[in-house]
């Protein structure tokens, strides 16, 4: 990660939010130089107003880029695909590209939004202490068992084949969350354990773990 003092781009972060891993991921693959700017979600950093100036909806991540800014982690991705080449995060072949939006969609259309911290607080005030947990669980089985039958033609070391794409750096944050917060049996899903592990050899994907961004607590250990 670059110096502030000389890096172009701006990475507005939580170190737990799997939106904001993804991003990181990318940025990793691609070598590009960022500033993390930590915004803690449990305070409520995300509520404030300079924050919502960058993003109305007062989430993370936001990425700025010179005079552009994001706040989306699919169109932050896909905005760093098209501007910056080197290392492409999409294959080339337009049926393995569908798959992968196909895979990525899952993820951030099915899964993770049922299970971000707004969701589950309005649970747990709601329904019981605890029963955002089944909530989350629920979903993210179904979201798996999926991914595992439309992945098992495509699979090779990764997601889509022998190298990790867009499907990855949505897989990769969302396991990880799914082993560490919400106790799921990856022993149901072995092409998406099997993925995961070869994840764990590259240092693109390694270096974006929770527990090594600037804004982990000391004694974060998933």
């Not at 329904?127 to 992945?151: T, Y």
Request: net charge negative.
């Amino acid at each position: 990660m670059a110096d502030s003092s000389t890096s172009k781009l701006k990475l507005y972060s939580f170190y737990r939010s799997s939106c904001a891993f993804r991003v990181r991921i990318a940025l990793n693959l691609k070598g590009i130089d960022y500033e993390y700017i930590a915004v803690n979600l449990f305070q409520g950093q995300q509520f404030t107003p300079d924050f919502l100036k960058l993003n109305p909806l007062g989430y993370v991540p936001v990425l700025v880029d010179g005079e552009t800014t994001l706040a989306d982690s699919f169109a932050i991705l896909m905005y760093l695909e098209d501007k910056y080449p080197q290392h492409p995060l999409l294959p080339t072949d337009p049926n393995k590209r569908a798959i992968n939006y196909q895979a990525a969609n899952i993820v951030c259309s099915s899964i993770q939004p049922f299970q971000n911290l707004a969701v589950l607080k309005y649970i747990d005030e709601n329904l019981g202490s605890g029963e955002s947990v089944h909530w989350a669980q629920s979903h993210i089985s179904k979201g798996f068992a999926a991914l595992e039958k439309l992945l098992v033609k495509y699979a090779g070391k990764y997601a889509t084949g022998d190298e990790a794409f867009l499907a990855d750096l949505f897989l990769a944050p969302q396991i990880h969350g799914s082993i560490t917060r919400f106790n799921i049996d990856m022993t149901q899903y072995p092409l998406l354990s099997r993925v995961y592990k070869a994840y764990e050899e590259l240092p693109a994907f390694q270096d974006a773990m929770p527990e090594k961004q600037p804004d982990a607590p000391r004694d974060f250990a998933e």
